[in-house]
């Protein structure tokens, strides 16, 4: 034993991007033993034919007791490209969240360093088609007879050939199957962006005489000298001789028109030289403040996190709307960076491109790095390699910041907490960024802030229950005064006569002084299009989607019907097809419907809209943002996107236009979700010394979490949500787990989720099985899909060994052969 401790570690295990629980071990050629290590990129062989690349994981002496080992072709890297406290994260992400390592390894890197793009697929010569082991679906057969026919296929390809975004399911099907090879040209991928740039060359950027001398000589060259001009114009190397060094991107000369022949005849001449730089592809910022003056009650809250900190990792910081919680977070960031540690900041998806991103850049210019989810992958692998070079020692960024490599952090924030969207629904891992980050400070040893108006009810909880610290801090900044609340009956005003298009008697009103204050106006309604469905008047008919099992968005811009699950889209009919009545009405009210209402209701107001719809391209969700903060826009209808984050000085009126549809969601979290959306877009009225009014519509104005809400009673409510989650048995007092089967014949579906509950019921620990029921949604993409629900004791490990057997369970019906097509997903802690 004593010998084998000096001995240099032979075997590596390494991590795949395959659909296989555990990591690979392979063996250590000698010649690699010196330059190996965890992090590292290498190439290996996997089965037969297939090449890969993979992540050293772990290194070790000890050989696989079950199969024998290949040696290890290729490192790729000098330096690791994930380090060792990631690949512990990644670990613990797989085993929490019940998915592959692999699968985390995806979602981890950026494509540009996963080297995988280039993947080909190809027939497995060992497959023996005659033996019909297993069925093959109609995709699956489609894309092997096309193999046949050639002898590779890109993934873009396959994607092509069958029609979808990603044939990935299909070809890892076969893979089991062992009817195709997958196999990976190993290139790199990230192209850093460069620059054409030109400068003096010597003598004239040294010798003022030579440079005059010049002149006197492209006197008669009035092109040229204007060129020379310029130059010296933009680069001042009178006062500042070295600016010559930098010198000036080339395109500012054709872009100033003047003209390029004479640039090129001048650079011929030796008067200027041509050079190429990297350049970051994020535009510098300067930093124009750094002194953060809190208001006493930020103070306050300020010393009470920090002190929270010294006893707790992580401390919540109850702010409500307009209370200023950025301010608070910039203080904290920059103690902790000042002492040399980095921190991340976690914000939800649409916040990222507004106000929040802008302020920061005010204090930490280019040490701040930005990770959206719309940037391309050469600027995600920048903020990746601005990371490890040291450049970036905050990074501000949307969930799947969690994956960047990080060293030493000391501080993650996650802003609005609350917030659904830090939750990946698909594809795996599906976790919770909020979770997770709690997770990654823990292995960091740093510390976690959670930041809301209205914080979730978990998180809460946790500081009921002393597990987190907690922090309030209950005034708005400047003295600011939260909006008063309306409540309007729907129903009471439907009967006298008083709806109009939707609006309310009040709603209507309040507007319209709004208007005529020339304040502006947020209308909120968490559904987009222009109405849910389309309906026959005489026979009730409506039109439903092909491939799944809901009713289709009417969409009236495009004058078209479609999906909101799949994309499917349809022409709307001019006559019922069930009866042929030509009676087709419009049911139900989005977000394009009450634009068109209120052009007609307020003919005089300028109205845009923000929802899915009119935020596709990378930069309109900016534009519409900057024409309703310009003051051009007076009212602005939307989705939950206006509820996040935004801060206007201008806006006192909030109309919520239907509060029951989200309050009969069929989920646990609804009444705590009609809390939060409410509160949140209330938060956005009267936010600079100006009253703020919030008009919310209801058939229910009985209820008593509308009381709950205008009278800012939060714990109230959430005394009473508790009290039926520990009835119910829901979060936080048990585990939820999903799992969602599917396959394309319903049968065999239902048969499969069938069996699998039984064989959950089965596990001896403390449960509750729910199901197999129909998905909420049956049928998604043609495929039928069944849940099962499972609510896990969470004493002790409870969790962990169940959600153990759980895959254990899985694993064995995937080499079942009645059930080898059947897909079954997992989803932990589901939202
Ligand atoms: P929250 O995120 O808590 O809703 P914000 O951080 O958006 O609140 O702050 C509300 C407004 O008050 C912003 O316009 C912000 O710039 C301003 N503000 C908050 N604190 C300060 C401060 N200490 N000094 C100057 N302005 C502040
Ligand atoms: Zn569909
Ligand atoms: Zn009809």
Known sequence: MYEQENQPANFADIILPVPIPNMFTYEIPSDLMPSIGIGHRVIVQFGQKKVLTGIVGKVHQRPPQDYETKPILEILDDHPVVNPLQIKFWSWMAEYYCCHLGEVMNAALPSGLKLSSESNVQLNPEYDPSLKNYPMDDREIILLEKLKEKSELSYEDCNKLLGLKSAYTIIKSLVIKGAVLVYEQVKEKYSPKIENRIRLSSPYCEDKKE?????????????????????????????QPEANEKGLRKQVFLEAGLS??????????????????????????????????????????????????????????????????????????????????????LLPEIALTTQIVERLQ????????????????????????????GKYSLVVGVRSSIFLPFDSLGLIIVDEEHESSYKQFDPAPRFQARDAAIMLAWLHQAKTLLGSATPSFESYYNCRTDKYGYTSLFQRFGGAELPTYHIADLLADRKKNLLKLDFSRLLREKIQEALNRQEQVLIF?????????????????TPECEHCDVSLTYHQYSEEMRCHYCGFKDKV????????????????????????????????????????????????????FEEFSGGNVDILVGTQMITKGLDFGNVTVVG??????????????????????????????????????????????????????????????YLQEMGERKRFFYPPFVKTIKVTVKHKDGRVSERAARHLSNLIKDISLKKIVLGPEKGLIAKLRNQYIYEIYIKVDRTGNIPAIFKSELQKIIFNLGTNKDFRSVRFVVDVDPY
């Not at 440079?211 to 680069?235: G, N």
């Open 573 to 624: 009919p001019k006559a019922c097809p069930a009866c042929g009545s030509n009676k087709l009405n419009t049911v139900g009210v989005g977000t394009e419907r009450l634009e068109e209402s209120l052009s007609l209701l307020f003919p005089e107001a300028r109205i845009a809209r923000m929802d899915l719809d009119t935020t596709k391209s990378k930069y309109a969700y900016q534009r519409i």
């Open 211 to 239: 440079l005059e001398a010049l002149f006197t000589l492209l006197s008669k060259r009035p092109k040229q000298e204007d060129i020379l001009l310029k130059y010296l114009q933009e680069v001042p190397i009178y006062k």
């Open 656 to 717: 919520i236009v239907d509060a029951d549809r989200m309050l009969y969601f069929p989920d646990f979290r609804a009444t705590e979700r009609t809390y939060q959306q409410i509160t949140q877009v209330a938060g956005r009225a009267g936010r600079r010394g100006k009253k703020g009014e919030v008009i919310i519509q209801t058939r229910k104005p009985d209820l008593p979490i509308f009381t709950q809400i205008t009278g800012h009673l939060f714990h109230e409510l």
């Open 260 to 345: 390029g022949s004479s640039l090129k005849t001048l650079i011929g001449k030796g008067v200027f030289e041509e050079f190429e730089i990297i350049v970051s592809r994020f535009e510098q910022q300067p930093v124009t403040q750094t002194e953060i003056i809190l208001s006493d009650g930020q103070q306050e809250a300020f010393d009470s996190i920090k002190s929270q900190f010294e006893s707790k990792q992580t401390t919540l910081l109850h702010g409500i709307t307009g209370s200023g919680k950025t301010e608070i977070y910039i203080k904290l960031i920059q103690e902790v960076m000042e002492s040399g540690s980095q921190v991340l900041l």
């Open 362 to 389: 005010k204090v930490f210019g280019s040490e701040m790095g930005v990770f959206h989810s719309r940037y391309s992958d050469n600027e995600r692998v920048e903020v990746w390699q601005g990371i490890l070079s």
């Open 525 to 541: 309604q968490n559904r987009r299009g222009y109405s849910p469905f389309i309906s026959c008047e005489e026979c009730g008919w």
